[in-house]
């Protein structure tokens, strides 16, 4: 039995394909050659497991003495904070992507519940 993509149910259901011709400056070394440039949902479980790996190191305040002689965080380390402040907005968004009322989300206000 063959079973189907799962695709979004607020987005159409399809895949687009492009097909092109190999480049005249570029050796072929294959009859057959593709590329894949994908964007799916499972990207939350990758953003959620590098921040939790970087909630591991700024606990211990490791490898952080070289960026403390750095004038830019030589007084805090906010924009580290930061940054991981907005891969978690990432995270939450590509969650929020799997639901039916994605089309009702709101970055940074209104989210539905996760």
Known sequence: ERSTV????????????????????????????????????SMAQLLDSLLKQYDQIRKRNAFLDNYRKEPMFRDSLDEFDSARETVQDLSDEYRACERDDYVNYSFGGGRPSL
């Open 6 to 41: 799962p695709f979004i149910p607020w987005g159409p259901a399809s895949i687009q394909v492009a097909l092109a011709r190999s480049s005249p400056y570029i050796p072929a070394l294959h009859k057959v050659s593709g590329f894949l440039l994908a964007n799916h949902t």
